[in-house]
């Protein structure tokens, strides 16, 4: 008899065991639907990812194009730093080429991607 009391009290402690978890993360889950939580008990929030997509934290690239002389008539410049190239747009939007600088050039090219003019940098102006 005292075996079966035993094994009894081993189950009533397993079942323990495995009901209070369940029991004790109920409160924390009703804080988080209410609004509250960890975040709010030190009263601080973490960053809003919205408002890091609309200014990421990160230095934005500056290049300085002045090196780059020709820009077809009449066309809308957009610089791409990163890459060291600048975008030619006509005033209706359509695109109408890019010139990108490699090595001690700078090579012009149309809206098909055809190399049409190639600018050399003079030694001085290769420094950036």
Known sequence: MAYRVRKGC??????????T????????????????GDGDEEGHKGPDMHKLAAKPPLPRAHKDFSKFRYVPQGDKIKEQADANRLFFWTPDGKPDGYAQRRGSNIIYYDAQGKAIRVQRLQPGELED
Do not use: K
Request: no cysteine.
């Open 10 to 19: 081993f189950l009533m402690m397993g079942f323990l065991a495995l009901a």
């Open 21 to 36: 978890p369940v029991v004790a993360a109920h409160p924390v889950m009703a804080a988080d639907d209410e609004g509250g």
